[in-house]
């Protein structure tokens, strides 16, 4: 079974920090992806990672980096921590192609005081 | 741009009974559509995706979908719902990789 670990469940940060948030899939998959996830809204991408050090920004980039030095392992930044960046976060892998399944790790609920 | 919606933010049904929700999509090219459940206090779970080919598709936990083209839908079912389907469910279509999701509905079973 694909399995995608994220370093925390719940975290409370206060405003100004700065963040880290780990992501671990352990079945070789090219892409990973950083997802934030809110009442009525859905999932929305934050970043997209299809390799190795290489990123792509999603839907709502603004306020947050990215990074990739291994395959298995993508970590979301939040550079200055803000309120509305409260959140669940969703890290996510695939294989490779379009038509192929996303897996999801459990999630981090981030409180920003 | 690829999108999905989902009219209902919320279903309600006896258990035993059929489980319906309801998802739309806006694509250009052929559509690669996926549904999702959520678990309180979970991540999200891969239920069935539809890519090509028979327009009914099996997904697991007993739930299927069906393609519709000409209504742009793609609709998730279960013949006779269960109180532990109880959850939140998304639709979403695959572009360039990525994903785009509904908003959810969430799924109650009384029983």
């Known amino acids: 079974d694909v399995k995608v670990t994220q370093s925390s469940r719940y975290l409370v940060k206060r405003t100004g920090e700065k963040v880290f948030l780990e992501c671990v899939q352990d079945?070789?998959?090219?892409?990973m992806f950083w997802y934030r996830q809110d009442p009525g809204l859905g999932l929305r991408l934050i970043y997209f990672s299809y390799d190795v050090k290489m990123k792509e920004k999603g839907d709502i980039p603004e306020g947050y980096s990215v990074s990739r030095e291994k395959k298995e392992r993508f970590s979301l930044i939040l550079e200055s921590a803000s309120t509305n960046q409260t959140s669940m976060y969703l890290c996510?892998?695939?294989?490779?192609?379009?038509?192929?399944?996303?897996?999801f790790g459990p999630g981090t609920r981030l409180t920003v005081l | 741009a690829q999108s999905v919606a989902q009219p209902e933010d919320q279903v309600n049904v006896a258990e035993g009974n059929p489980l319906t929700v309801k998802c739309t999509y806006s694509v250009s090219g052929n559509p690669y559509l996926f549904w999702y459940v959520q678990y309180p206090n979970r991540g999200l779970q891969f239920l069935l995706k539809?890519?090509?080919?028979?327009?009914l598709v099996k997904g697991s936990y007993g739930f299927e979908a069906e393609f519709n083209k000409s209504q742009t839908s793609f609709h998730l079912k279960k013949p006779s719902a269960l109180v532990s389907d109880s959850a939140l469910y998304f639709c979403?279509?695959?572009?360039?990789?990525?994903?785009?999701f509904g908003a959810g509905t969430t799924v109650t079973v009384r029983a």
């Open positions: 996510a892998s695939s294989p490779d192609s379009s038509t192929d399944t996303q897996y």
């Open positions: 079945m070789d998959h090219e892409n």
């Open positions: 979403a279509v695959s572009r360039d990789y990525k994903l785009s």
């Open positions: 539809y890519i090509t080919g028979d327009n």
